[in-house]
C-alpha cells in the first residue's frame, strides 16, 4: 500500500499566498494540539516570508513563534523553507550566517529544511543541506520548476541525481506559480522515480486551476508527498485544499490515513480566522479566482500585487497589462531564470522601469545589475553580450560560488547590536533585516522598561543598562 503523506502548509504558504503572511502566533497556538493528532508528515509552519512578516508587520519575534508551536506539537515534525544562501533574505549571505542560522533553526525546533535555489544554481545550497544534515536536520533538497525553452524533464532529472548526490534527504519539486501540468506531473515524477531513490515532494499552487489534477497525476506516478493547505487558506493563489485531496484518495492504496473529523475540526478554526481578514480588508477574495494568465506570464501571486502596488506608486496602474507582456521578454533577457523570490522582483521591477519610461533599460535597479554580474549565480542560459553590455557595460562576471567572495559577518553583527542583545538569535535576526530588526529591537526594549512606544524613534532615548 502506497500511503500518501502531507505536509500542511496554513500555518506558512497557506497564509503568505492568501493574507500576506498576516496570521499571528496567538492565531494558531490555540489549534495545534489537535493538528498534532491528525497524522500529517510535516506542518510547514516557518521560514518563506514568516520571519521577515513577524518583525515588519507583526512586532513578533520570530524565534519565539518557533518555541512556541515546538511546545505544542508531541508528534508531527515542523518544517520550514530556507532561500539557499539568501536564507530568508533576499541576497547571498555569508557561510559562518548560513551556518548559525540552520544551526539555530534546528535548535530552536525544526525538524525539515525545504532548501531552493531560484536560478537552480546548486552552488547555493550546496553549504546548506551539508549543514542540515551535519546538525541532525531532515535536508530537503528542491528544484524550482518552470517553463521556457531550456527547463525539461531531462534538465531536472539532472539537478534531482546532483541534489541526491549532494546527501539530500529528499526531493522536493517547487512549483510555486502552480505551472505543472497534471500530464507533465506524472512524466517528471515517473522520470525521476527511475533515476534517484530518496522520497520525492510535489509543492503546487492552485493559481491556474490544475493543481490538484497534478497532484493526483503525480500520485499515481509514485510521488511520496505532496504539499496541501486546509480548505479556509487553501486553493487560489495558495495549495490544494486539504480535505477534498484527503477524501479523494480515501479507501485507495493511496489512502492519507488522516482524519476527517479532525480536518472538520482544523478548518471550522481556520475559517473563523479568514472570516476576521475578510472583514479587514487583508483577504481579497479575488485571489480565489483561476487566473489563466499565470500560463503565459508566469508570475506567482505574490509578485502579481507587488506588481499592482509598483504601477500605483507610479500613478501608471493603466500600464498593468503591458508590464505582463514585458515580463516574459526581461525573463529571456535574463537567461529564463524562475520566478520565485528573489528573481521574480528581479524581473518585475525591470519590467515596470522598461514600461514606465517607455524604453527598455534606461534605468536600471541594483539588483538587475548585480544579478547579471553573476551575483545570485548561474542562470540556465547565459545572457547575451548585446544585454549583458546594455545593462553592467564592461563589468566583470563573477563565475565563482557567490558566496565566495563574501567575508565572515557574524562577529561585527554581534558587535554593531550589543546594546539591544538578548539572545543569540537576535544577531542572525539582525543579520537578515537589520532596519526591521532594530526597530523592533528598540519596540522590545520599550515594552521591557515600560517606555511609550511611541517614543522609540527618538535618537536620544537612553535604556537602563
Not at 543541506?129 to 525539461?152: D, L, W
Request: hydrophobic residues 40%.
Amino acid at each position: 500500500m502506497t500511503k500518501i503523506k502531507i505536509t500542511e502548509t496554513v500555518l506558512r504558504d497557506g497564509h503568505q499566498s492568501l493574507i500576506a503572511t498576516r496570521m499571528k502566533t496567538e492565531e494558531m497556538l490555540p489549534i495545534l494540539e489537535i493538528m498534532d493528532e491528525v497524522g500529517y508528515h510535516s506542518l510547514e509552519m516557518w521560514g518563506g516570508a514568516t520571519f521577515d512578516s513577524c518583525l515588519r508587520f507583526l512586532n513578533e519575534d520570530p524565534w519565539d513563534r518557533l518555541r512556541k508551536i515546538k511546545t505544542k506539537l508531541k508528534k508531527t515534525k515542523l518544517q520550514m523553507l530556507l532561500r539557499g544562501q539568501n536564507i530568508l533574505g533576499y541576497k547571498n549571505y555569508p557561510d559562518d550566517v548560513l551556518v548559525e542560522f540552520i544551526k539555530r533553526s534546528l535548535a530552536n525546533g525544526i525538524d525539515i529544511i525545504r532548501i531552493f535555489d531560484a536560478l537552480n544554481d546548486l552552488r547555493n545550497i550546496e553549504k546548506a543541506i551539508e549543514i542540515t544534515k551535519k546538525y541532525g536536520g531532515h535536508a530537503q533538497g528542491s528544484i524550482v520548476y518552470t517553463i521556457s525553452p531550456v527547463h525539461n524533464i531531462e534538465l531536472y532529472v539532472s539537478l534531482a541525481k546532483k541534489i541526491e548526490n549532494m546527501g539530500a534527504d529528499s526531493l522536493c519539486i517547487k512549483d510555486m506559480s502552480g505551472l505543472i501540468t497534471p500530464y507533465m506531473a506524472y512524466s517528471l515524477v515517473k522520470e525521476l522515480k527511475k533515476n534517484i531513490n530518496i522520497p520525492i515532494q510535489l509543492h503546487s499552487h492552485y493559481t491556474s486551476g490544475m493543481a490538484s489534477m497534478a497532484y493526483l497525476k503525480a500520485i499515481e506516478a509514485g510521488v511520496d508527498m505532496i504539499d496541501t493547505a486546509i480548505s479556509p487558506f487553501g486553493l487560489g493563489t495558495s495549495q490544494p485544499a486539504t480535505e477534498p485531496i484527503v477524501t479523494a484518495l480515501k479507501n485507495t492504496e493511496y489512502d492519507t490515513g488522516l482524519d476527517i473529523n479532525l480536518l472538520n475540526k482544523i478548518a471550522e478554526h481556520f475559517k473563523a480566522i479568514r472570516e476576521e481578514y475578510i472583514e479587514r480588508g487583508i483577504l481579497n477574495t479575488s485571489v480565489f479566482n483561476v487566473d489563466t494568465r499565470v500560463l503565459s506570464y508566469q508570475i506567482p501571486g505574490g509578485m502579481m500585487s507587488n506588481l499592482l502596488s509598483q504601477l500605483a506608486a507610479q500613478n501608471a496602474t493603466d500600464k498593468f497589462e503591458d508590464v505582463l507582456k514585458e515580463i516574459p521578454k526581461v525573463r529571456e533577457d535574463l537567461g529564463y531564470p524562475p520566478l520565485v523570490t528573489p528573481t521574480s522582483q528581479i524581473v518585475g521591477t525591470q519590467a515596470v522601469f522598461n514600461v514606465v519610461l517607455n524604453e527598455r533599460y534606461k534605468m536600471i535597479p541594483s539588483e538587475v545589475k548585480a544579478y547579471v554580474k553573476g551575483q545570485y549565480g548561474k542562470p540556465a542560459v547565459e545572457i547575451s553580450e548585446e544585454i549583458r553590455k546594455k545593462i553592467i557595460g564592461d563589468e566583470e562576471v563573477i563565475t565563482v560560488r557567490p558566496a565566495d567572495l563574501l567575508p565572515p559577518q557574524l562577529e561585527k553583527y554581534r558587535e554593531e547590536i550589543k546594546e539591544y542583545y538578548e539572545q543569540e538569535e537576535d544577531v542572525l535576526t539582525y543579520a537578515l533585516f537589520p532596519q526591521v530588526a532594530l526597530k523592533y529591537f528598540s519596540l522590545r526594549k520599550a515594552k521591557k522598561y515600560g517606555i511609550d512606544e511611541d517614543l522609540v524613534n527618538n535618537k536620544d532615548m537612553t535604556y537602563p543598562v
